[in-house]
């Protein structure tokens, strides 16, 4: 099973600031043939299912703030919040799905307001 | 418009086994396959395995082998997860969900179920 980690487990900033959330994958998610990382960030709040905010590592998906982004490739990833919003708090997660029909998802990101 | 539906919450002793049901509707249910995803309190998501409705073929994460099965009724478009020989550590909410990443035709999108908690305690 392809292994995620992600870096920092938790993550404390002020409104407006810049949060970056890392992910690595135990081995490359990368897709040589139509150069897709097969790559998602959801973002989960207390008592509800994830809710799937990038896909391909850079899509957004329809509906999620541009304040949004994500970038990286073959095993290292990134999620950034442009500038922080109160309704940002949750936690997040990476899921690679370069292994289908096997996913995995990363341990989360608790992303706080300071 | 697409709807997963699961049963109930369920309260087990260890050493049991527990059933838990995803009905689907709003789709052609053999088009697309589901998943498991579990979350034990105040911990991450956990991805348990899938299953193709179509056929009814599964594959399950490396943890789970030997202890879950998942199967599908396609006469009530119903897919079930079954974990045997609970602990404590299996106390968590259980969810089926739809995840599309097609990359053939574009598709994209993720519906999840409510989430059953399932309780293991003696």
């Known amino acids: 099973d392809i292994v995620m980690t992600q870096s920092p487990d938790s993550l404390a900033m002020s409104l407006g600031e810049r949060a970056t959330i890392n992910c690595k994958s135990s081995?490359?998610?990368?897709?040589?043939?139509?150069?897709?990382?097969?790559l998602a960030w959801y973002q989960q709040k207390p008592g509800q299912p994830p809710k799937l905010l990038i896909y391909w590592a850079s899509t957004r998906e329809s509906g999620v703030p541009d304040r949004f982004s994500g970038s990286g490739s073959g095993t290292d990833f990134t999620l950034t919040i442009s500038s922080l919003q109160a309704e940002d708090v949750a936690v997040y997660y990476c899921q690679q799905y370069y292994s289908t029909p096997l996913y995995s998802f990363g341990q989360g990101t608790k992303l706080e307001i300071k | 418009q697409v709807q997963l539906v699961q049963s109930g919450a369920e309260v087990k002793k260890p050493g049991a086994s527990v059933k838990v049901s995803c009905k689907a509707s709003?789709?052609?249910?053999?088009?697309?396959?589901m998943h498991w995803v579990r979350q034990a309190p105040g911990q991450g998501l956990e991805w348990m395995g899938i299953?193709?409705?179509?056929?009814?073929?599964?594959s399950y994460a490396q943890k789970f082998q030997g202890r879950v099965t998942m199967t599908r009724d396609t006469s009530t478009s119903t897919v079930y997860m079954e974990l045997s020989s609970l602990r404590s550590e299996d106390t968590a909410v259980y969810y089926c969900?739809?995840?599309?990443?097609?990359?053939?035709?574009?598709?994209?999108?993720?519906?999840w179920g409510q989430g059953t908690l399932v309780t293991v305690s003696s």
């Open positions: 709003g789709y052609s249910f053999t088009t697309y396959y």
């Open positions: 081995q490359s998610v990368l897709y040589s043939s139509n150069n897709k990382n097969y």
């Open positions: 969900a739809r995840l599309v990443r097609d990359i053939l035709t574009g598709e994209i999108g993720d519906y």
């Open positions: 299953i193709n409705p179509s056929g009814g073929s599964t």
